[in-house]
């Protein structure tokens, strides 16, 4: 996305990018985006329809546990339930853990906000407020071709504004297949090391769609390498309707 069209950009609303950066902002004026990213938003349901919610749940399911994320589309509070074993809580400011700290498998907790969400809800939240969109030349995978979308953040957008994403879309109907991602949060070299995730079994909800699978795959050689991991999602919900703000900070059973 150029100058231009980025001056011209703020919402009604509070944007988030991925570790809980927050942007306030005031008006809704929708941006320009390069015509592959504008044609992915409108494939998915379009992005004025996504910023007319206030609230995503989904769940994660694996064959021994289900785990839920609740997400406030506003400021992008979180909170994620694995049931029977804990609920976090994530707002800007604090993260909330039940029963206790120990109950949840992570050193880093803050590392986990909006992650999941985030790979989620590609490519609408890459057209967040700081994220920057550039028109790639089409380029082959697998013997097919598609056509790229390259997105990078502003200076000191998120915890982690030096992360990369390159977005592959299907020519035919212009729904996102596969991104390249990378992962700068513990190493800011990593910006140009690339992992993969395809994108399939969509499902809608309240005229979007979203995600059933994701799969990720090594990236070796700018090619697809060894499948590292699947997953399924079900309960996929948007409401208009924001969350209440306690269900991030008061956790119980």
Not at 23 to 34: A, D, G, Q
Not at 162 to 177: F, G, M, R, S, T
Request: net charge negative.
């Amino acid at each position: 996305m150029n100058l231009a069209a980025l001056m011209g950009l703020v919402w009604l609303a509070f944007s988030c990018q991925p570790g809980g950066k927050t942007v306030e902002t005031t008006e809704v004026i929708l941006p320009k985006f390069p015509p592959t990213f504008e044609k992915g938003l409108q494939a998915l349901g379009g992005l004025e329809k996504w910023q007319s919610y206030g609230t995503l749940t989904f769940s994660e399911v694996t064959e021994t546990d289900t785990t839920k994320y609740t997400v406030d589309l506003a400021n992008r509070h979180e909170l994620i339930e694995k049931f029977g074993h804990y609920k976090v809580g994530f707002t800007a400011e604090d993260i909330n853990i039940y029963p206790n700290k120990d109950s949840f498998p992570s050193e880093n907790p803050r590392f986990l906000h909006n992650l999941r969400f985030y790979f989620f809800t590609i490519p609408f939240v890459t057209a967040d407020p700081g994220a920057f969109q550039e028109e790639l030349e089409p380029a082959e995978m697998g013997g097919k071709m598609y056509n790229r979308v390259k997105v990078t953040f502003g200076e000191g957008v998120g915890a982690a504004p030096k992360d990369q994403y390159i977005l592959w879309y299907n020519p035919a109907d212009n729904v996102l297949e596969f991104i390249n991602y990378s992962v700068t949060y513990f190493n800011e070299g990593n910006a140009e090391k690339y992992n993969a995730i395809r994108y399939s079994n969509w499902k809608e909800s309240g005229g979007l769609k979203f995600p059933g699978k994701m799969t990720s795959y090594k990236w070796e050689n700018d090619a697809l390498g060894e499948e590292r991991y699947s997953q399924r999602f079900t309960a996929i919900a948007v409401s208009k309707d924001r969350p209440k703000p306690e269900i991030f900070t008061s956790l119980s059973e």
